[in-house]
């Protein structure tokens, strides 16, 4: 935990959200181990998302479709959300969430590698929520930023992997060193990119909010 476990658990206590269908969904992903985005940050997103009104919406990193869908029930009227993912039976899972909860109107699923289909994006996004495997981050990140409007939004999740981004490299797990060095790298450049205005914030498992100038 990077916060306090007793704050974090005050503050989802707050949350009186109705989630229906998605909330079935959510138990699902949690029961089979899927990482979700947490309470706290999906709050963030919400607020984040009226404020900004996207009209359209990238996300790397699919999973099964809960991010994706929860965002669809706050993106203006007429907008819409464009998600990535490589691992099939995911795409399967996500897609069938989609039919479930009624969002396929909203969604557009594109199966495949990330670094692939964001090099083959062409049209510019509002908002980009990056929730993919934590060591490519870096690698996404030029065709990330080309993606962006102006003013538009990033999002990273899981940034601080735990805390362990804090670490010197020697204390950390070798075979987690790679992402280790990587995710700092990325952190690094959302900080010190002349496009892009970064805040690294301590909730969930570490947000970056970034907005390119």
């Known amino acids: 935990m990077i916060t306090d476990e ?13 989630l229906g269908v ?22 963030f ?11 359209k919406v990238l996300e790397v990193g699919t999973a099964v ?3 994706a869908i929860y965002m669809s029930m706050f993106i203006p009227e007429g907008g819409h959300i464009t ?7 995911r795409v399967v899972k996500a897609r069938a969430n989609f039919e479930r909860t009624d ?3 909203k969604i557009t699923l594109i199966e495949g590698d990330a670094t692939e289909v964001l090099h083959d994006l062409n049209e510019k996004f509002d908002l980009i929520f990056m ?6 981050y870096i690698n996404f990140l030029p065709d990330v930023i080309r ?10 999740d899981n940034v601080l992997q735990d805390g362990e981004v804090l670490d010197s490299k020697f204390v950390v797990e070798r075979r987690n060193r790679t992402i280790h060095a990587r995710m700092r790298e990325y952190l690094y450049e959302l900080t010190h990119n002349e496009l892009l205005d970064t805040s690294v914030i301590s909730i969930g498992d570490g947000v970056a909010l970034s907005v390119k100038l």
Request: hydrophobic share 35%; charged share 30%; net charge negative.
């Open 103 to 105: 969002t396929g109107d």
């Open 147 to 156: 993606l962006m409007e102006d003013d538009g939004v990033l999002i990273s």
């Open 83 to 89: 998600t990535i993912e490589n691992w099939a039976p």
């Open 6 to 18: 007793r704050i974090t658990s005050y503050i989802n206590s707050l949350n009186c959200e109705k």
């Open 131 to 136: 929730d993919a495997a934590k060591g490519q």
């Open 45 to 55: 997103i919400r607020t984040l998302l009226s404020i900004k009104k996207p009209m």
């Open 65 to 67: 479709g809960f991010s």
């Open 22 to 43: 998605l909330g079935d969904i959510e138990r699902e992903a949690l029961e089979d181990e899927v990482p979700i985005v947490r309470m706290e940050t999906r709050s």
